[in-house]
C-alpha cells in the first residue's frame, strides 16, 4: 500500500545541546521529497545518510522563518547536493520574502563562489543551484505530481509559517515556530498528522511566550480543535531532552488521539487511503 514517510533528522529547540536543530522530510507517494527547514550545520546530511538518503534526493525545502536554527544548514546542503550531481535542478526553496531575502545574505557571508540574483544563485560555472520561491501565507505550491504544499501564518517573528503538504490523500500539517495559533488550527483542520513544536509546559509559561513558542498544552488544544488524527511533539528543549513525558502527558489533557515526542531519526508511516 502507497504510504507517506516522514523521518526527524532535527527535534531540538534553538539552543538544544543534546538534539540537531529542527528539520524533517516527508516523502510522499509519487516519489517527491520535501523537507521542512533545514536545521543547522551538517546535521541534515549526516542524519540523512544514517537513514539511507542521499543528497542529491533533496529537492524542495520549505523554510518556515529565518531563526539560525531553522535555515543556517542551507548552505552546506547546497554545497553536497551540487557536488553530488552537478548537472541536475537546483534546490527549490519556497519561503516568505523576508526569509529568502535572509537566505540570499547567508549564502552571501558562507559561499563566496555563488552568484545571487532574483531567481536563485548560480555556482562558479553558471549553473543555477538554489531557486528561489517566495510565497505569503495562504497560497499554495505545486511539489509534484500529487504533492501539494500550503503555506499559513504563525505568531512567532514577522512572517513566520507553517505549511501543510497534502500528498496521495494524506495531509501533514508542521507548526514551525509558533505561539498557540488560530490560523494554525484552521490550517490543519482534519488534517491526519500534526507535527508542533512543545518548548515547554504550562510550569514554564512565561518563559514560552518571552521567546514566543508554545507550551504543550497550546500544541494538545491546537490538535483538538482542528480535529487531526495524530500529535507529534518537536522542538524540543534541553530540559524535556531525556525525560519528555512531561509534555506528553500534558498535550494529552486536551487532545485523546495519539501524542508522541519526536527524536533524531525519528520515523514515522502514514498508509494513503
Known amino acids: 500500500m502507497p504510504s507517506v514517510r516522514v523521518t526527524f533528522l532535527g527535534t531540538g529547540a534553538g539552543a538544544s545541546i543534546y538534539r540537531a536543530h529542527t528539520a524533517i522530510t516527508l516523502d510522499a507517494p509519487d516519489g517527491t521529497r520535501v ?17 539511507g538518503m542521499e543528497p542529491q534526493d533533496f529537492s524542495h525545502l520549505l523554510l518556515s522563518h529565518d531563526h539560525a536554527d531553522h535555515m543556517s544548514g542551507l548552505p552546506l546542503i547546497q554545497l553536497v547536493h551540487s557536488r553530488a550531481n552537478p548537472n541536475g ?7 516568505s520574502p523576508k526569509a529568502l531575502e535572509s537566505v540570499q545574505l547567508l549564502c552571501q557571508a558562507t559561499s563566496p ?15 543555477q543551484v538554489l531557486r528561489w520561491h517566495p510565497i505569503d501565507g495562504g497560497q499554495s505550491t505545486t511539489l509534484g505530481p500529487s504533492t501539494t504544499a500550503t503555506c499559513f501564518p504563525v505568531d512567532h517573528i514577522d512572517q513566520a509559517m507553517g505549511w501543510r503538504v497534502d500528498c496521495g490523500g494524506v495531509s501533514v500539517v508542521f507548526s514551525g515556530d509558533t505561539k498557540f495559533s488560530p490560523s494554525l488550527v484552521d490550517a490543519a483542520r482534519g488534517a491526519r498528522l500534526l507535527i508542533h513544536e512543545a518548548y515547554s509546559t504550562e510550569a514554564d509559561r512565561e518563559g514560552a511566550d518571552q521567546v514566543a513558542h508554545s507550551t ?12 487531526v488524527e495524530e500529535l507529534i511533539l518537536t522542538h524540543i528543549a534541553n530540559p524535556f531532552h531525556f525525560d519528555p513525558q512531561p509534555l ?17 531519526l525519528y520515523q ?3 498508509d494513503t487511503p
Open 113 to 127: 563562489n555563488l552568484t545571487l540574483d532574483h531567481e536563485g544563485a548560480r555556482n562558479f560555472r553558471g549553473r
Open 248 to 264: 506528553v502527558d500534558e498535550a494529552r489533557q486536551y487532545f485523546e488521539g495519539p501524542v508522541s515526542v519526536a527524536h533524531d
Open 89 to 95: 535542478n537546483p534546490l527549490q526553496i519556497h519561503s
Open 268 to 270: 514515522v508511516t502514514v
Open 216 to 227: 504543550a498544552s497550546d500544541a494538545g488544544r491546537a490538535a483538538a480543535l482542528a480535529g
Open 35 to 51: 523537507l521542512l527547514d533545514a536545521s543547522s550545520g551538517n546535521s541534515v546530511l549526516r542524519n540523512a545518510t544514517l537513514v
